[in-house]
């Protein structure tokens, strides 16, 4: 699978102009599903990756979203819900606005894959949210964006934590924890990253299931799961703060051996985050919802990616390089 990458400028995920709106990627560095349960997590947007989308004045409402090939009109007299998720989706983030509900063509670019543990599906949602506002002359800060997009991630994925919405209508780094304010996080350093496709496709509505699932069997073994995950997360903060990328990186493997532990990974994964250690990789595990989608190597520096980059593709895998800038 080709990835794509745009070239925009850093904080592009909060710019938009009239009828123009963008919504960040994510990457989660450490607490991907302890989140949902309270948690707290450290994620970071993709500034130069997500959604782009535009809007204009139409007899009805219509969404269209390029390269998934999705085009259809919404009825907004039509009582019965549409069986299509992304028809779903995109219903609930209409009804947000009230009736009547916004007459408009919306038409999406995304330049990262779905189902990938890139946060696609909330980028979407926040560039749509922006291309309506700006459209019908208004503007929220990105906490009411990243809520209003919320309305579609229970569609996409059931019971979302509102970490990616957050960090799709955000910037930088950031602690996340559900229902308390985002905390950015201050960088020391810019932090480079190799991040590499398994070609699986992650679901993570089924991902967050069996973790209830597993919560529901044995909750004081997931509450110590959880527990270990929050400390490693807060660590990581300092270590952020510190620029300290060593001990960052193994927190992350750290953090990887626990999802592993949840069923959340694959050998797939499992592989890729070996052969990216081996290369010199600081530390290295699955991003997003896991089951498949992507994995995450931070390096020292982005010269010294070139190894990490390519025993990804030695195995097969799409791999590519991403900087977070301070």
């Not at 990835?3 to 904080?11: D, H, P, T, Y």
């Not at 930088?172 to 020391?188: I, M, S, T, Y």
């Not at 595990?285 to 010269?303: R, V």
Request: charged content about 20%; aromatic content about 4%; some cysteine.
């Amino acid at each position: 699978m080709c990835i794509r990458r745009r070239s925009l400028r850093a904080g592009a995920c909060a710019r938009y102009t009239r009828g123009m709106a963008f919504g960040c990627g994510k990457v989660i560095l450490l607490g991907e599903h302890s989140v949902v349960y309270g948690r707290p997590a450290l994620a970071a947007s993709l500034a130069s990756m997500g959604a782009e989308a535009s809007a204009e004045p139409w007899p009805h409402a219509r969404l269209e979203v390029e390269p998934w090939g999705v085009a259809f009109d919404v009825d907004a007299e039509q009582e019965e819900q549409p069986a299509d998720a992304m028809q779903r989706a995109f219903r609930a983030l209409l009804a947000g606005y009230g009736k009547p509900w916004p007459r408009a063509r919306v038409r999406v670019q995304l330049s990262i894959p779905g189902a990938a543990g890139l946060g696609g599906s909330a980028a979407l949602s926040v560039a749509v949210v922006r291309a309506l506002d700006a459209l019908r002359g208004s503007e929220r800060t990105p906490e009411a964006v990243a809520a209003a997009a919320l309305a579609a991630e229970y569609v996409f994925h059931g019971t979302p934590s509102g970490i990616d919405t957050a960090m799709a209508a955000g910037s930088g780094v950031a602690l996340f924890r559900k229902d308390a304010p985002l905390e950015q996080v201050a960088l020391e350093r810019p932090l480079t990253l190799v991040v590499g496709h398994s070609g699986e496709v992650g679901q993570t509505k089924i991902t967050v299931a069996s973790v209830k699932q597993q919560y529901q069997r044995d909750p004081k073994k997931l509450e110590q799961t959880f527990g270990a995950i929050e400390a490693l997360v807060l660590n990581a903060r300092s270590a952020l703060q510190h620029g300290d990328v060593a001990d960052l990186g193994k927190l992350m493997s750290e953090n990887q051996k626990l999802l592993n532990t949840l069923l959340l990974s694959t050998s797939r994964l499992e592989e890729m985050c070996k052969a990216t250690e081996n290369a010199g990789a600081l530390g290295a595990k699955l991003t997003g919802g896991g089951g498949g989608g992507c994995m995450i190597a931070l390096c020292a520096g982005p010269e010294l990616a070139g190894p990490v980059l390519e025993a990804l593709r030695k195995l097969g895998r799409d791999a590519f390089l991403v900087q977070v800038q301070p």
